[in-house]
């Protein structure tokens, strides 16, 4: 009777046990259903979180692409185009890109604007030119140089737009880098050089209108097809970007190679290429002044289609917004992404 008992018990005990283990079971499978249920059935990411959060930002006025900092004002950063100085770091992740020679030569210098992304290391950092501050005053943006030419210099020092000089603040905004030949070591962070815009007391609210963007895709016909944009910058200067029809961007080469960026070993991308025809004026064996207001052709490639126009500043106004316009005159609506503007003397 007593061995009877403790079976009974035992039993009783072990079923306790299995209950207990199924009711746990049936927790976990409940509250993984639950989630699953919330998510839609979807497992997502680390980086599909990100995107998800990234798609709630508003749009950006210079892109069109979602952006945390629309509020926040443009940072037009100076870099080098010599071969020594590539892959460049942050170029790929600047907002818009101006590039032009400035030399009789050819060689070409490139403006980076930056508003929505915030690249942990920029350069090389060159010098100031004149051609580019109107560009830089166009977007309202605070503009980063390392020193510059007499001519942009006497415009700079006189505070013709808001500017930020590493010959000044070199140790404080900017550093070199070691093992780089000068001057081509020059370096700074974003977050460097918004902390030179705060001690300065430079207005930090972004004032730029914007340009007009669509989502409606180039309607595309045997006249208006382009798969590829040459820039007939002398070698090793010379630019070529291919579309890419999967990702609907272009990819860009510069010397017959793939233009890379170091932060990210990624290629230099962008939704929109523009191309400006303009003149120029001789100015010394090391200096042109290219002209950059008033207007003059343009052709703009995106969606893997061509576009002619004409681009227009009003010269008699330093911080007038760059415009790209149709053959019809009304202002072109831009594919929503990265633009590199490529300017050419002819």
Known sequence: MIRWLKFKLDLNSGLNKLLAIAGILALVFI???????????IEINKDEKSEIIKNDFPKSLVTGLPCEHTDKRPLAVMFASDPITRPLSGISQADIVFEMPVTPGGVTRMMAVYQCESPIEIGSIRSAREDFIPLAASLGTVYIHWGGEREALKKLDVHIIDNIDAMIYET?????????KQPHNGFASFEKLWDGVEDLKYGTDNLFDGYLHTDKKSTKNLNNLSDTVIINYPFPFNVAWAYDRNKNIY?????????????????VSAGVVAVMETSS?????????????????????????????????????LGSKLYFYDSDGKEIELMPGKIWVEIIIN
């Open 31 to 41: 509250t993984s259903f639950f989630i699953w249920w919330q998510s839609d059935g």
């Open 172 to 180: 404080k905004y900017f550093y070199r880098k070691a093992g780089i």
């Open 251 to 267: 990819q860009r080469s510069r010397g017959d190679k793939p233009e890379l960026d170091r932060n990210t070993n990624e290629q």
């Open 281 to 317: 004026k001789y100015i010394s064996k090391d200096y042109i002044n290219v002209n950059v207001n008033g207007g003059g052709d343009l052709t703009i490639y995106q969606n893997g289609t061509k576009m002619p126009g004409q681009w227009k500043k009003d010269p008699n106004q």
